[in-house]
T-cell receptor
Framework: DADVTQTPRNRITKTGKRIMLECSQT?????MYWYRQDPGLGLRLIYY???????NKGEISDGYSVSRQAQAKFSLSLESAIPNQTALYFC???????????????????FGEGSRLTVL | EDQVTQSPEALRLQEGESSSLNCSYT??????LFWYRQDPGKGPEFLFT???AGEEKEKERLKATLTKKESFLHITAPKPEDSATYLC???????????FGPGTRLSVLP
């Protein structure tokens, strides 16, 4: 089983519908992230959470919301989907970077397989 | 504002033809520069982290190097299975979020 699991993997929906993308991880990491990937634009950060009680907006949070239900679960919602939210969405986790107190890991991101969302 | 650019956008090589990919960055207080490989329809897969100028890391046919303004991913005698998009990202000490470049799409022809 994958360390970072995203559901659904593919979704086609219509403008105005509410959509939830779910992410669960078995890495035991406190830090979780949602990115979107568009051709030519790279990965852009939507929201991130450094622990269960911590939620932060990223570069492109407008039109999105998140919920951190547990250390292992982080979901992304589109309250009213619009066509320019058509993209590939990735959930990722990371450990604390080296050099920070309590950080034993290397700090790199571990990604899920992605959720392809199409809004018609 | 932290920024990452990558060049070229796309690169086609013959099998065995060595080359380099460039990642240029501006960041306030670099904590680490990361290289990832991404296959079509898959999530990015971690390759290397570089922390300071002059550092080098190697893995099979790949070698990553770092200066104060850019990083290079050198590919020696590539094989078709090296075909993928290579992403570069930086992480600053402040904020600790990752900023990604747009990637270089590498095709290695047999």
């Amino acid at each position: 089983d994958a360390d970072v699991t995203q559901t659904p993997r593919n979704r086609i929906t219509k403008t105005g519908k509410r959509i939830m993308l779910e992410c669960s991880q078995t890495k035991g990491h406190d830090r979780m992230y949602w990115y979107r990937q568009d051709p030519g634009l790279g990965l852009r950060l939507i929201y991130y959470s450094f622990d269960v009680k911590d939620i932060n907006k990223g570069e492109i949070s407008d039109g999105y919301s998140v919920s951190r239900q547990a250390q292992a679960k982080f979901s992304l919602s589109l309250e009213s989907a619009i066509p320019n939210q058509t993209a590939l969405y990735f959930c990722a986790t990371s450990d604390l970077p080296p050099g920070l107190a309590g950080g034993p890991g290397s700090g790199e991101l571990f990604f899920g397989e992605g959720s392809r969302l199409t809004v018609l | 504002e932290d920024q990452v650019t990558q060049s070229p956008e796309a690169l086609r090589l013959q099998e065995g033809e060595s080359s380099s990919l460039n990642c240029s960055y501006t960041v306030s207080g670099l904590r680490g520069l990361f290289w990832y490989r991404q296959d079509p329809g898959k999530g990015p897969e971690f390759l290397f982290t570089l922390y300071s100028a002059g550092e080098e890391k190697e893995k099979e046919r790949l070698k990553a190097t770092l200066t104060k303004k850019e990083s290079f991913l050198h590919i020696t005698a590539p094989k078709p299975e090296d075909s993928a998009t290579y992403l570069c990202a930086v992480q600053a000490w402040y904020g600790q979020n990752f900023v990604f470049g747009p990637g270089t799409r590498l095709s290695v022809l047999p």
